[in-house]
DNA sequence: ATTATCTATAGATCTATAGATAATGC
DNA sequence: ATTATCTATAGATCTATAGATAATGC
């Protein structure tokens, strides 16, 4: 039976809802239309009404499922617990509504180049928000903290994944909370201007002959 | 045509050969038993002779696949360079003959139990291999040192891969390359027992005493 | 006699489409 | 008249098996 429209856009954010989640816990490739369709209470000849290709699908959920991580960032009171909370056993055993650059980082190479200008876009704006939260030091270098920062999330959170040993597990997010807080907290050394490390220099100079005299 | 039992053996390293490659290539969900057979020169029909089920592929052709992080492991001189290598373009551009463990992080948890732990164990080992290649510290900070650097090179190289744009890839890879052959060369503090810490702690206040004393 | 390989195919599953139904919206 | 949804199915693809062929190995 018909249903309004207003009727058909909740359908379709149903749709997304479910597939936003099913994407992130069983993969990209790891689960069907059909089931999609099933789990969001309607029927798979309805899913060409809502979209042109399963494709298309894929990209709208993982831009549906980034809200997530919107939701995280504005939870939280600061980068430092916004680590905490993304190593947390919480977030390894929820990857359905975790993180996902985490859940589609192995499969985006291999993904359209929709899907991939999607995510790209995301990791950017992920980058930026921990750049800006970072203190101290020059753009550049909290350019460069925030990518070590994400890379080493996002791969500590896979692998406590993956690994079959609960201890080894643990370990991993404990290891890179700590990390993470850390590098979230502790601000950058000021930018050295080549005048400044000249003087700098001078002085290790200085201190090492009145070292040298003094002995 | 039947071939001896010596020749059977060498269909079946190429069928674990060619598995290896196609499934870092197109994840372990991405490519079906007939292309292997196909790429590897046989008949889908020849499968079953030499595996039980796919599953046993899947775990054959992931232990096959560790055998290309024995020759980085051989061929490399020191862990830095070991690292220098892993965040290489090289690496990134040739997921197909590259490190397993970034290539199936994020498809692990939805894996079996066999090829869970064959994963895990294949983890540990390298851990264990970069804790022994680090210098000072005690042997809980190596083995934490290994989890950062594990974790934040398999993220970054799968971000590497993951972007569709060329510019930050290949920043993430400068920025991790520097960061993890830093981590490597650089030796973590001895290990300081509470009776070395409460000296330094008392020559600290020591220091800082005599600096007001002497304005 | 055994078996390594092949061709052929069963049976399940997946994307996508066709056509019917019945309610909405003009 | 349009369209949101449904049932049914086409056509492709994937894992696994059956049975034939022809060479190996005892």
Known sequence: ???????????????????????????????????????????????????????????????????????????????????????????????????????????????????RAVYTQRVKRTLGYYADHLKGGDAGARHARAILMLSAGIGALSLSRAVNDKALSREILTVLRKELTGLAERPLPAKRTAVVKRIATAKQAGAKKARAKSR
């Open 1 to 115: 039976m018909r249903r309004s429209r207003a009727e058909k856009a909740v359908t379709h954010s149903k749709i997304l809802s479910v597939a936003a989640k099913r994407f992130r816990e069983r993969g990209l490739q790891g689960i069907g239309v059909a089931d999609v369709m099933k789990d969001a209470g309607t029927s798979v000849g309805n899913f060409y009404k809502h979209f042109d290709s399963r494709d298309d699908l894929v990209m709208e959920a993982l831009a549906e499922s980034f809200k997530d991580l919107d939701t995280l960032e504005e939870t939280v009171e600061s980068l430092s617990a916004y680590m905490a909370e993304f190593m947390s056993d919480r977030h390894r055993d929820a990857p359905a509504t975790g993180c996902p650059i985490t859940a589609f980082a192995g499969e985006m190479a291999q993904a359209s180049d929709g899907v």
